[in-house]
């Protein structure tokens, strides 16, 4: 461990492929498909072991996401299983539909979202351009504020409209509840349950309204997932960061224990400047500008009453009543607030298996905006 250079990141292998089998189990036991979002962990390595586990197909957030990490089910096509990607987010850039049609003829399967009633015509022109007629997913709002019908009368003329367009064959509805983030472990469950009846009274208007029947239910953030995947009706969840964990996970919503965490910030103390205060040489560039509620953008691995309380470029401003147990030179490890920006800051990760270090594992999609 010693001869890895800080900083890095550290991937704990035993740990990530238990919480990969853990939520397929999960998925399995309920009859529920999952679609592992990849813009958590942005590695080949880590969605071939989510397909091999059992993962129905992937989601990514774009096109260039979805192109560099197509790699990942070269096995499976081997094994004959389906190659399907769900895209989830609002597709608006006709220059694009080159490389949309270069995705759909590598893939089985392309479904696409649809977010709202003015997207719904643009996406039909970048289909169009494309020449593809494929199956859509559209949003609906349960309480982020983002993309998505608002209100089920909203909903109900987007379904309408997805239907009228020639190139968009509705398949289901999914939503991203990741206002759930600011509830607290004790109001969860209430929060949940009403996000998956506003779904369900959502698909039964848009039944009520028009001809469209048998629509596919998709919900479920690495909050809500494993819960959602037990609630009647839901066809398949869309969780990410549930395969590594993060501060946010397992003491904000508390949905992950501890030992739980795959992935930690791996940093050197470079200087003590006061008794109060250590410096470590990981900083914004590798912990992001993302920090919890109560202002930590990583805290100690090992239990330690050691954090990181402020960040520049790069220098992380480490804290706590265990400092006296710090001294210049020292590795440390951090789990970091909120993963997903922590990975896509670095174009390798380092795996372990206990105290054993192993080759390097590549980013494949890090950056990967487009």
């Excluded at 260039?64 to 389906?82: H, K, T």
């Excluded at 759909?104 to 392309?110: P, T, V």
Aim: net charge negative; glycine share 6%.
């Amino acid at each position: 461990m010693e001869s890895v250079p800080s900083p890095s990141l550290l991937l704990d292998v035993v740990r990530l492929e238990r919480n990969i089998a853990a939520m397929q189990e999960l998925c399995d036991a309920s009859g529920v498909q999952l679609w592992p979002h990849l813009k958590t962990h942005k590695m080949v390595e880590v969605a071939r072991r989510q397909l091999a586990a059992g993962a129905a197909g992937l989601t990514c957030a774009k096109i260039s996401e979805a192109e560099a990490l197509l790699p990942a089910f070269d096995e499976r096509n081997r094994d004959g299983g389906q190659r399907a990607i769900f895209i989830a987010h609002s597709l608006a850039d006709e220059s694009k539909a080159p490389r949309l049609r270069q995705l759909a003829s590598s893939l089985d399967e392309l479904l696409l979202a649809c977010t709202s009633q003015a997207h719904a015509p643009v996406l039909e022109r970048v289909l169009a351009s494309a020449g593809l007629t494929l199956p859509i997913v559209m949003a609906i709002d349960t309480g982020l504020g983002r993309e998505g019908a608002r209100g089920i009368e909203n909903a109900v003329r987007l379904a309408k409209l997805i239907e009228q367009q020639p190139h968009m064959k509705l398949r289901g509805i999914y939503t991203h509840e990741g206002h759930l983030y600011n509830t607290s472990p004790a109001e969860s469950d209430a929060a949940i349950a009403q996000v998956h009846r506003t779904i369900l009274e959502t698909r039964d208007a848009i039944y009520a309204a028009s001809e469209i029947s048998d629509l596919a239910i998709w919900p479920g953030c690495s909050v809500s997932a494993a819960r959602m995947a037990a609630l009647p009706q839901v066809s398949a969840v869309r969780p990410g960061a549930y395969v590594l964990g993060d501060l946010f996970l397992c003491e904000q919503v508390q949905v992950k224990a501890w030992d739980e965490a795959a992935l930690t910030v791996w940093a050197t103390v470079v200087d003590i400047p006061s008794p109060e205060l250590a410096l470590i040489d990981a900083g914004a560039k590798v912990f992001s500008s993302d920090r919890t509620p109560e202002g930590v953008f990583g805290r100690d691995f090992n239990g330690r009453d050691l954090q990181v309380t402020r960040v520049s470029e790069e220098h992380g401003f480490v804290t706590g009543t265990d400092l006296h147990q710090v001294h210049i030179g020292q590795r440390l490890r951090f789990v970091p607030a909120h993963v997903c920006p922590v990975i896509n800051l670095t174009d390798w990760v380092i795996p372990i298996r206990g105290e054993t270090v192993l080759d390097p594992w590549r980013v494949q999609a890090r950056g990967c905006v487009q």
